[in-house]
């Protein structure tokens, strides 16, 4: 019982930091200037089990956090291509909402460098945020976006 209490708490946390990702991400999007470790410590000191604007952002993971930010952040040209070939050529990345584009961006990051989480529950995780932000098309264009990331990428862990 305690172990499965334990387990289910990591499992919050690191969905709290994935969705803090994504809004760091769209922060230093939007705000050119920003740098992303300054935005890191930010969201560690004014933001982790605060509440803002009368929602209560639990806590995090703060290194799976931390490195969902600086890695996206610093690999973007790299994980920019990726996604733009799973997207449709009459709707390029340029064209995608600002917050969609951060969901893929950290969710691409994963795929690609965090090997020691499974596609499908980045996928999942990914599509749940999108969720949460989004009630059209976005969650299912996020799902199918980094599905075909994940096959492409890591076809032998589907």
Known sequence: METEHRQRAGSRR???ARLAAVQALYQIEANREADPEAVVRE??????GQEIDGDRLGE???EL?????RGAAADQQQLDPLISNALTPDWPLPRVDSVLRA???AGAYELVH???VPP???ISEYTTI??????GKEPGLANGVLDHLARALRFEEL
């Open 14 to 16: 690191r969905s709290v």
């Open 43 to 48: 969201f560690a000191r004014h933001r982790f």
């Open 60 to 62: 995090a993971d703060s």
């Open 65 to 69: 956090f931390a490195d969902i930010v």
């Open 103 to 105: 969901i893929l961006r």
């Open 114 to 116: 965090r090997r020691d």
């Open 120 to 122: 499908r529950v980045s």
């Open 130 to 135: 999108a969720h949460a932000f989004f009630t």
